[in-house]
């Protein structure tokens, strides 16, 4: 009887790990392991747990601050630019710029003299996206990571093709929100 249990256990996992899958690619946006849990009726914990059999099997499920999303419907085309702000609403101008033209947020990276790379992963696709971020940081108290390095940052940007990136960059670089390089390649301000 133990064993059939356990094969019981073993389908019905099997069953929601598949549902998890379908969920995601079904899903425009990131979902929160607390909405799985719900609607698979487990735990958060059994989600976590799903999640990790599922990346251990190849699946390609990205942890982001707003929920679970796969990868497979990622942007096809990346670049990091180097970019300087220094308030809210200019960060704000910035994501709402990139996502405004057809571009993805991935992340931000900064370079910090102690930690060295830090990262956040954003994945900001649409101007909902961006605002909801935007209330979150305003609301949560935190501060973002380019404060660390006095507004200098890298975002990693994603488009479904090169040219949507060259208008973004283009759109970054006129509203004076990218960091270019002077004579010798180094960048205008310190990282």
């Given amino acids: 009887m133990p064993v059939t249990e356990s094969i019981a256990r073993i389908q019905s996992g099997e069953e929601r790990r598949r549902s998890i899958i379908s969920l995601l ?32 099997r190849g699946h390609k499920i990205l942890a982001t601050p707003r929920g679970y999303l796969m990868l497979d419907d990622a942007p096809r085309v990346n670049t990091s630019v180097a ?16 996502v405004g033209l057809g571009g993805t947020v991935v992340d931000v990276v900064v370079e910090h003299p102690l930690y060295g790379e830090i990262r956040g992963l954003l994945m900001l696709r649409t101007p909902g996206d961006v605002a909801s971020f935007m209330v979150r940081m305003r609301t949560s108290g935190a501060e973002p990571l380019s404060r660390l390095t006095k507004g200098v940052h890298l975002h990693t940007l994603g488009a479904p093709d090169g040219a949507t990136l060259e208008r973004v960059r283009e759109a970054l670089r006129a509203k004076g929100y990218l960091l270019e390089g002077q004579e010798g390649g180094e960048a205008s301000a310190p990282v």
């Fill in 25 to 56: 690619r079904r899903s425009g946006s990131p979902v929160v392991g607390s909405d799985f849990a719900k609607r698979l009726d487990v735990s958060r914990q059994v989600i976590v747990q799903d999640i990790a059999l599922l990346r251990a």
């Fill in 83 to 98: 970019c300087r702000h220094s308030t809210f609403e200019e960060m704000e101008d910035e994501l709402s710029t990139v």
